[in-house]
């Protein structure tokens, strides 16, 4: 069965990274991509990027560029979500999430979700 | 960026009834439209694609329609395993805007 197995807990202060880690299982890991999608305490969901595991394409929200890297491991199934100069709206948990169809930004399966906390 | 407008915010409603939640996109978005199902402490759940497609293991009680800018997802003869928050999703072009949920209560 499909499988999306993510990274533990994380506090940093404002202005460190964090990289958040995504594990795959269950499916050809090449014939999808992979988005990551947070949600603030109390909040709706935010797409945040994709990143496709066949040729390493990155697409990511406007509101973000420059400060979120995503990248892959075909090696170990397994795709990476970097932040870095973290403020505290940054504050969530953070998922990632299967396409369906790829190239199509929703999403079949997510992840567990892993919870950043931003605070000195 | 597409925006995405859900309402209402919040509806209270019984077991048995139906319920709508409508979803509107700031463009046209064709039919690239999702809806999720998220419970509290849990991932958001697809129930819906292409606006009218349901996905594999959904009841059939779920089902959503519209096209270009308004959609809607509606709910009949309500389950209590139903009470949760929805999430409308564009995915038209390169990127995924949800819009703001609506929390489904029990009256």
Redesign the interface.
């Known amino acids: 069965q499909v499988q999306l197995v993510q990274s533990g807990a994380e506090v940093r202060d404002p202005g460190a990274s964090v990289k958040v880690s995504c594990k795959a299982s269950g499916y050809t890991f090449t014939s999808s991509g992979i988005s990551w999608v947070r949600q603030a305490p109390g909040q709706g969901l935010e797409w945040l990027g994709w990143i496709s595991i066949y040729n390493g394409n990155t697409n990511y929200a406007q509101k973000l560029q420059g400060r979120v890297t995503m990248t892959t491991d075909r090696s170990t199934n397994t795709v990476y979500m970097e932040m870095r100069s973290l403020r505290s709206e940054d504050t969530a948990v953070y998922y990632c999430a299967r396409s369906k169809a790829l190239g199509y930004y929703y999403f079949d399966y997510w992840g567990q979700g892993t919870l950043v906390t931003v605070s000195s | ?1 597409i925006q995405m407008t859900q309402s209402p915010s919040t509806l209270s409603a019984s077991e048995g009834d139906s319920v709508t939640i409508t979803c509107r996109a700031s463009q046209t978005i064709s039919n ?1 439209l ?1 809806w ?1 199902q ?1 419970k509290p402490g849990e ?4 129930l819906i ?1 292409k606006t009218s497609s349901l ?1 594999s293991g959904v009841p059939s009680r779920f089902s959503g329609s519209g096209s270009g800018t308004d959609f809607t997802l509606t709910i009949t003869n309500l389950q209590p395993d139903d009470f949760a928050t929805y ?1 409308c ?1 564009q ?1 038209n072009g ?8 609506t929390k489904v209560e029990i009256k």
């Not at chain 2, 991932?43 to 697809?46: H, N, Q, S, V």
């Not at chain 2, 390169?94 to 949920?101: E, I, K, L, N, R």
């Open positions: 960026d690239w999702a999720y998220q991932a958001p759940k697809l694609y996905e999430y999703q995915y390169y990127s995924g805007t949800f819009g703001q949920g």
